[in-house]
Nanobody, 124 residues
Framework: QVQLVESGGGLVQAGDSLRLSCAAS????????MGWFRQAPGKEREFVAA????????YYSDSVKGRFTISRDNTKNMVYLQMNSLKPEDTAVYSC?????????????????WGQGTQVTVSS
């Protein structure tokens, strides 16, 4: 069982930056692809970004490409989401996930574990 705990959410203004963190409790962290997903009120959960176990491959949704950066530190069992140039439409609960394949995560497949989520609110 892998526990994922997100942190770093909050209320910011449009154009601001925010960094989300996700701590994973597992000795085999580097074997998991990791991803970030978000769910806005009244909408389905959507893929945001994913990173392979080694960190060598990253994937982004079109809506965040060029603004968000996913990274991981396998020595600390941490994955991060740096969010720049935030927009009101980025407002959502952001959750991290651990799975078998970063590519599969881009279509919300192959996910074994989910975190509880952290709220990000962007005001205009």
């Amino acid at each position: 069982q892998v526990q994922l705990v997100e942190s770093g959410g909050g209320l910011v203004q449009a154009g601001d930056s925010l960094r989300l963190s996700c701590a994973a409790s597992t000795r085999t962290f580097s074997t998991y692809a990791m991803g970030w997903f978000r769910q806005a009120p009244g909408k389905e959960r959507e893929f945001v970004a994913a990173i392979s176990g080694s960190g060598g491959s990253t994937y982004y949704s079109d809506s965040v490409k060029g603004r968000f950066t996913i990274s991981r530190d396998n020595t600390k069992n941490m994955v991060y989401l740096q969010m720049n140039s935030l927009k009101p439409e980025d407002t959502a609960v952001y959750s991290c996930a651990a799975g078998t394949s970063a590519v599969a995560m881009t279509t919300t497949r192959g996910i074994n574990y989910w975190g509880q989520g952290t709220q990000v609110t962007v005001s205009s």
